[in-house]
């Protein structure tokens, strides 16, 4: 969406493919953004007014299936049967969240209160952070690097956002259920971004959030219907066995399968971490292996809204060159 | 609980079990601790169903005892297996049947090895040629004899002349089943329904009539382990293991318990025993303790065997509470006698009688 704007505010007319009903990704469905909680609905506002102009058009729903290159034009054939001409191909395909249930020792699908990341934020966007029986939670985990860091589902990549994130939703937990008690079960805290540490300290500080330093192994139900989580204490040394009343699994970021199939009839390179991979990871993240294709934002690798943003950008400013010199 | 969440699971652990025509191989202690097993199993695939179950007098133990206690080394025991491939090629069959979870696991562990390290394989193949002059082919199809008694488990069910309810209350039995570490946590795909929520022995019990009890420590090791074990100063850890799952299962309520590893319905049978010993711990209702069976012979009863010609009597903690429930008639005079009458030994301290 922001390439899209971008572009057509510089006078180039774009066709922007969507294969959902509605273009915003997930950001539509996600309630606050770190690190300052602000409403995804006014970035997703921002970014709706960026394709909100005359030298854009939109089609949702629509799938690519085949793109072929004639000379230095591009042919794009849809599901609708519609051929599009582009000169040049921005790939913006975005990225999947890991499918908490491929974690099956962790039970979700199963158990009735373990839920993922995307789970709570729709939670929180309805208003309504409730147990399957309609019951406030009281003790609530968080387990990170759900799909990340993980070779036991292939992904040996950090996703990079999700320790912010459980920063930032147990402390949504804390500011509604005062009383609740939260704990987070982490590998590594990385807080590499712009006010992450401070976040961090402020939930240890402010709200009395609990970071355990250790894996969840696996996660039963009492006769109760209360989760019971394994855990390794790493710091203490020490196995830890807990019950809880929900569960929240910090769901990692995979490429997506639409840009898996893109990559597949484009002939485009994709790398270890089976994101698509760009010509050159310093100074050339926006090119593909394919001259006038182009990449943007999570479909290279995990990142945050504001990296992808500045990326989109980026992407556009390659564009814009490559249609001037002719060359990526 | 949701079963359709356990379903989607399922369907991604379904493996291929053949049909038709086996190479049995038995297991080392099953005979002699649950000696109706084996004897059942066989029974019901030769003469109910109709199969070709053959086995070869030459096959030996795999060693897998030894090869987890780290006395015979891996290139021994691939070799040892390579012999029994051998045999079953010379026999002129292509789908092995493995009657114990210890060697299933090593089954799964050397081949998978073969796979992943071609050279491997071409070592044993000369190992085994120059030992005995003998060459072989991996098995075409592999199953453990619990993946064969569940892929009939509806024939059983057909056959039903007691199905796992209450006869007094009319309430499904609630049965712990247990799966032999070795079954499905290496290799997963090599299980029915995986390794985190196996549907192997579930499979069973729901075919059957019963409820399967999901028990925050279900997937805890049975405590067996071998060095905890085989190592006697190691019998505590082994036997506290068992407490473990005794404890967490324990206000479930559960009527029997199920397994399908020798290793696995020794302990948690022998155990409950040194437990009552040791502080006076039952864990089943009334003062008893939980019968642990092996699923042939639950399925045994569940087609209306004679509970003795299964072997019940064989386990440390007595069935009668389950064959009760059941409605299972059984003559407690029969218990410990032969099949031409004769009086054999009984055994002192058995629990539940």
């Known amino acids: 969406m922001e390439v899209a704007g971008q572009l057509a505010s510089l006078g180039c007319q774009v066709t922007l493919i969507e294969k959902e009903q509605e273009t915003g990704g997930h950001l539509k469905n996600w309630y606050h953004l770190f690190p300052d909680r602000r409403s995804s609905d006014e970035v997703a506002e921002y970014l709706n007014k960026q394709i909100d102009h005359d030298n854009i058009s939109i089609y949702v729903a629509t799938t690519i299936l085949q793109m072929e290159r004639k000379n230095r034009t591009f042919i794009i054939k849809t599901d609708h049967g519609k051929e599009i001409y582009a000169d040049a191909v921005v790939v913006a395909t975005g990225f999947d969240l890991f499918r908490s249930e491929r974690k099956e020792e962790y039970g979700y699908g199963i158990y009735d209160n373990v839920i993922s990341s995307a789970d709570l934020e729709l939670m929180f966007r309805k208003g309504e952070l409730k147990l399957a029986n309609g019951k406030t939670p009281g003790k609530i985990g968080l387990v990170h690097c759900v799909g990340s860091r993980d070779e036991k589902v292939g992904n040996r990549y950090c996703s990079k956002l999700c320790c912010i994130t459980a920063v930032k939703q147990a402390i949504e937990i804390k500011e509604r259920i005062k009383d609740a008690r939260v704990f987070c079960f982490y590998m590594d805290m990385r807080m590499g971004g712009a006010l992450y540490e401070e976040i961090y300290r402020e939930a240890q500080e402010k709200y009395g959030i609990n970071f355990i330093r250790g894996k969840v192994s696996e996660a039963g139900v009492t006769i109760n219907n209360n989760l019971v989580v394994k855990v390794e204490d790493t710091l203490a040394g020490r196995p830890l066995k807990m019950e809880l009343d929900m569960l929240v699994l910090m769901a990692g970021m995979e490429m997506s399968e639409g840009g898996r199939k893109i990559a597949e009839m484009g002939g485009l390179r994709t790398g270890e971490n089976r994101f698509f991979a760009a010509a050159d990871n310093h100074y050339g993240s926006n090119n593909s292996n394919i001259e006038g294709i182009f990449y943007a934002g999570t479909c290279t690798a995990p990142m945050t809204i504001t990296e992808t943003i500045s990326h989109a950008r980026a992407a556009a400013t390659s564009v814009i060159n490559y249609l001037k010199s002719g060359k990526s | ?353």
């Open chain 2, 1 to 353: 609980m949701k079963k359709d969440g356990k379903k989607r699971i399922w369907s991604e652990y379904q493996k291929e079990i053949a049909d038709d025509h086996f190479f049995y191989v038995r297991s080392c202690i099953r005979q002699s601790f649950f000696p109706g097993s084996e004897q059942f199993f066989l029974h019901f695939m030769r003469n109910v169903l109709g199969k070709d179950v053959f086995e070869n007098p030459s096959h030996t133990t795999c060693t897998g005892i030894g090869y987890h206690s780290d006395i015979v080394p891996f290139s021994t025991i691939m070799t040892v297996i390579a012999r029994h491939f051998a045999l079953m090629k010379e026999s002129g069959y292509k789908n092995i049947a493995i009657s114990c979870v210890t060697s299933f696991g090593i089954y799964t562990e050397i081949i998978e090895t073969w796979k992943h390290f071609p050279e491997e394989l071409e070592k044993t193949r000369d190992y085994l040629y120059k030992a005995t002059g003998r060459e072989f082919d991996i098995p075409e199809n592999m199953a453990h004899t619990s993946d064969i008694i569940y892929k009939f488990r509806n024939e059983i069910a057909a056959k039903a002349k007691n199905l796992l309810i209450n006869r007094k209350t009319g309430e499904p039995l609630k049965v712990v089943e247990h799966i032999g570490c070795h079954y499905s946590k290496m290799f997963p795909k090599y299980g029915v329904g995986g390794a985190e929520f196996p549907n192997v022995l579930s499979g069973m019990v729901e075919a059957w009539g019963g409820e399967v009890v999901d028990y925050p420590e279900r997937r805890h090791c049975c405590g067996f382990g071998f060095r905890q074990y085989l190592v006697q100063a190691n019998r505590g850890y082994s036997l506290s293991n068992t407490a473990k799952k005794f404890e967490s299962m324990r206000p479930f309520k559960p009527d029997m318990v199920i397994t399908n590893c020798p290793g696995c319905n020794m302990f948690m049978d022998k155990w409950q025993y040194t437990m009552r010993e040791m502080e006076g711990t039952v864990y089943g209702e009334n003062g008893e303790s939980v019968p642990v069976l092996t699923y042939e012979e639950l399925a045994g009863l569940v087609m209306g065997y004679n509970p003795w010609d299964l072997g019940l009597q064989y386990h440390m903690v007595q069935s009668e509470p389950l064959l009760r429930k059941m409605g299972i008639e059984f003559d407690e005079n029969d218990k410990f006698r032969t099949k031409d009458g004769r009086q054999m030994p009984v055994p002192e301290n058995l629990i539940n009688v």
